[in-house]
């Protein structure tokens, strides 16, 4: 289902910000979750990516990298594609770069619209386009040295289920 926007409410905030510093998940989707009820909306999803450990342990960092001006421009891309596409009311994108550790948090997508449905799928959407389309290069660092992190066939099929013909 895919809501009419009300003509009488302002158009859609989008916010992206991608930046080395830490932020508060909790402060960020209080704030967030005011200026979407100031637009109408009637659900807000949000999502926060930690940096996790390997299996059995043993990452002692993860590096992040990106190419300024064409992340912002991408992301930002992403986020204008959701909001035409499930009608949302405000969507927000933090992503960090930069040296993090196992636990840190990396980054958090925020979606708002009139209904839950429309709000839950936005930020299922950006997720997967996140993952296997922004342009971030992930490094892992742990007693064995470094290593580039690969794109995952399981992360590239969910995807597709956003590209698929119905």
């Known amino acids: 289902m895919t809501a009419v926007p009300d003509p009488a409410l302002p158009a859609a905030a989008e916010t992206v910000r991608i930046a080395p510093a830490r932020f508060d998940p909790g402060a960020e989707l209080a704030a967030f979750s005011r200026r979407a009820a100031a637009q109408g909306a009637g659900a807000v999803v949000s999502f926060t990516g930690i940096v996790r450990d390997r299996p059995g342990g043993g990452l002692e960092a993860m590096e992040i990298e990106h190419y300024p001006g064409m992340t912002e421009r991408a992301v930002s891309a992403m986020a204008a594609t959701a909001v035409a596409r499930f009608s ?30 429309d709000a839950f799928a ?25 290593a580039w992190v690969a794109a995952r066939a399981d992360d ?3 995807l597709d289920r956003w590209t698929a013909a119905p």
């Open 88 to 117: 949302l009311s405000a969507v927000q994108v933090i992503h960090r770069f930069g040296a993090l550790g196992p636990g840190e948090t990396i980054m958090m997508v925020l979606t708002a619209a009139p209904h839950r449905a």
């Open 122 to 146: 936005a930020a299922e959407f950006l997720m997967d386009y996140l993952k296997s389309r922004a342009p971030f290069w992930k490094k892992e660092f742990g007693a064995e040295g470094a």
């Open 156 to 158: 590239e099929a969910a």
